[in-house]
């Protein structure tokens, strides 16, 4: 599917973060409401989900396009995503939904990139390569439970997507 321009086409972190927030809802069974990308301002509720795509290096070589441009361009993006699992852990005083809710996130991006391709129309322009988990730090923050979940992504631009 061809993006409709290159602003769009370019904009790596709205497309990622929507497509992970999709598929998050379903796996964790938070409303879609509870999960927050990165420029999100709504006022935040709990338990939720903050979803964080931080682009990294483009990846070496640069390919063509297609067959019908032959000047090289990089294609190839690794990225950064981190995930934080948000949770009041006063609701049951024992942080279990907190746990929970840290399990099945772990337990959807342990799919080695196949949550981000069950359903295409949720990346249409990019195609997930390669994911890794980086780590998780843990902390209470105020009132609040927080889990960071950290991973790593390698993506590339789909030949069908590039504008007409």
Request: cysteine-free.
């Amino acid at each position: 599917m061809a993006a409709p321009d290159l602003a769009t086409l370019f904009d790596f972190e709205t497309q990622l973060e929507s497509a992970a927030k999709s598929f998050l809802a379903t796996a964790t069974e938070l409303p879609e409401e509870s999960i927050y990308s990165t420029l999100d301002q709504d006022v935040y509720t709990t338990p939720r989900l903050e979803i964080m795509i931080e682009i990294n290096e483009g990846i070496d070589p640069p390919i063509s396009r297609s067959t019908l441009i032959d000047t090289p361009d990089y294609l190839n993006y690794a990225a950064t995503m981190t995930i934080r699992v948000v949770t009041d852990p006063l609701e049951d005083g024992t942080q279990a939904s907190h746990r929970a809710l840290r399990g099945k996130v772990r337990g959807e991006m342990l799919q080695n990139a196949q949550n981000w391709t069950t359903t295409p129309s949720l990346l249409p322009y990019y195609s997930v390569q390669y994911q890794r988990p980086l780590g998780t730090s843990y902390e209470i923050d105020g009132e609040l439970a927080v889990s960071t979940l950290s991973y790593d992504l390698s993506f590339v631009i789909r030949n069908d997507a590039w504008p007409a």
